[in-house]
């Protein structure tokens, strides 16, 4: 029972640049978040493993949106890409970290029954899309910049122009699910959803900049979007405490 | 000192099918993980289970839009490495939009000896990310058979709340005909409330 395998051990948790699980201003957290504090836990294989991912889990057009659902055309919009480097918290580049982003076309549209919005679906856009960080972190998507839409929280509210990401290390306990928005959007500083992190650096940081150098001659702008996981811990010396 | 913070987590939001269960909404996508951890066959010596369960928020409803995953030892009690053909101890379920469930059909796990040498009871870890959760959820499901090792298990132990330990417990269902091999479980998450589930910072 049980296996050998030395695991790497993490930095707790700083939940300083997370959001609060209940906050009023983000009316449906209210429900949904738990009363009991979390149970901090020392981590066990559980918690440190993490399944694997290869390249022959992706397909070639899965980091390219404004591809990969095209059946008559090219999806209308702007065409961006996004790129930037997986690293840990202690700035160490992080190689395979599976990274999974969702969005609404450039109306402002999801391809998604739930979504009644009154822009129209875009034929030629999904709106997701995958890829697995290099050897260097680096990773990079080709997508059509996402619209703003309205949403119901307060009246009259409206989600800035952002991108969903998923992103899976090594360790179960590395997972991560945001959002990126793009630099000089007014409607972030109005944004219910952004305002949950009240750390200002850590909503800075939500925020790709503009990178003229990445952005391709004629085809596209580029915005650089870098995400930090949770950082592995140097292991000075075992502990062979008791339980 | 660390140099860097890790990035803030922001909600999965409405939407979050589309980039983590493609398929759920129509749109094609080869299935990079599934609810059904063993499509290509039970491994040899394990046991088929499936698990089924809902969430449910503070006011008692049924959540419809979550998307749940898990990640388990194999019947030995071994975490996989690598995905290359086998047994994966991945897996991802949506809520049905309709039935309002999730379900997973895998094997059950073995006991886990944890770095220290303690033995964890067979458990399911379960992620949850959903609109309105601004924060993924951690949490583990435990297996009714297995009391004896639950009082053993550090996790479990380390609850202080004894009466809490049974929201980490499925329920059995009893077969539906008798030369059914599958053991079946019911397994509910309580974001808020008087049965909330344990959840953990891990």
């Known amino acids: 029972m049980g296996s050998s395998r030395v695991l790497d051990a993490y930095y707790p948790r700083n939940f300083a640049v997370h959001p ?19 149970l901090s836990i020392d981590p066990t294989p559980t918690e440190l493993s993490g399944p694997g991912f290869s390249p022959a889990d992706l397909d070639p057009l899965d980091h390219d949106l404004t591809q990969n659902h ?31 982003i969702w969005q609404a076309n450039a109306g402002g549209r999801y391809r998604h029954d739930k979504d009644r919005y009154l822009a129209p679906l875009d034929p030629n856009f999904g709106g997701c ?5 290099g050897q260097d972190g680096s990773y990079f998507f080709r997508t059509i910049r996402p619209g703003p839409y309205p949403w119901r929280n307060r009246m009259n509210d409206w989600r800035p122009a952002h991108v969903h990401f998923a992103i899976s290390g090594k360790a179960w306990c590395q997972r991560l699910v945001t959002q990126m928005y793009f630099e000089g959007d007014p409607l972030i500083q109005r944004d219910a959803i952004v305002a949950t992190v009240a750390d200002h650096q850590a909503l800075d940081r939500l925020i790709a900049r503009f990178d003229p150098h990445a952005s391709l001659p004629f085809d596209c702008l580029a915005y650089r979007f870098d995400l930090v996981l949770r950082g592995r811990r140097a292991q000075f010396f075992e502990t062979l405490l008791p339980e | 000192m660390l140099l860097e913070n890790e990035t803030a987590s922001q909600t ?10 493609p398929d759920s909404v129509g749109i094609k996508q080869r299935a990079l993980v599934s609810s059904e951890l063993c499509s290509l066959g039970i491994p040899d010596g394990s046991k088929a ?16 839009d979550a998307v749940l995953e898990l990640w388990q030892a194999d019947h030995q009690g071994h975490y996989p490495e690598q995905s290359a053909g086998g047994f994966r101890g991945w897996g991802r379920s949506a809520i049905d939009p309709e039935l309002g469930h999730f379900s997973f059909r895998t094997i059950k796990p073995g006991p886990v000896t944890t770095q220290r040498g303690a033995v964890m009871a067979p458990h399911l870890a379960f992620w949850l990310v959903a609109r309105g959760i601004n924060l993924g959820l951690h949490t583990r499901m435990y297996f009714p058979e297995d009391l004896e090792l639950h009082a053993l298990d550090p996790v479990l132990k380390s609850i202080e709340l004894k009466s809490r330990w049974s929201t980490l417990i499925a329920s059995s269902i009893e077969p539906v005909a008798q030369n059914d091999a599958l053991l079946r479980y019911r397994f509910d998450i309580v974001l808020q409330g008087d049965r909330e589930t344990v959840f953990f910072d891990i």
Not at chain 1, 77 to 82: Q, S
């Open chain 2, 49 to 64: 289970i499936e698990v089924t369960g809902q969430v449910f928020d503070g006011s008692g409803s049924a959540i419809m």
């Open chain 1, 70 to 100: 095209a059946h008559t055309g090219l999806p209308i919009g702007e065409r961006i890409i996004i790129h930037g480097r997986v690293i840990d918290e202690q700035a160490r580049p992080l190689p395979n970290v599976l990274i999974e």
């Open chain 1, 20 to 38: 609060r699980a209940n906050d009023p201003a983000y009316k449906t957290s209210l429900l949904r978040s738990p009363r009991h504090a979390l």
């Open chain 2, 12 to 21: 999965a939001g409405p939407f979050v099918h589309i980039g983590l269960v």
């Open chain 1, 129 to 133: 899309g995958r890829t697995l960080s």
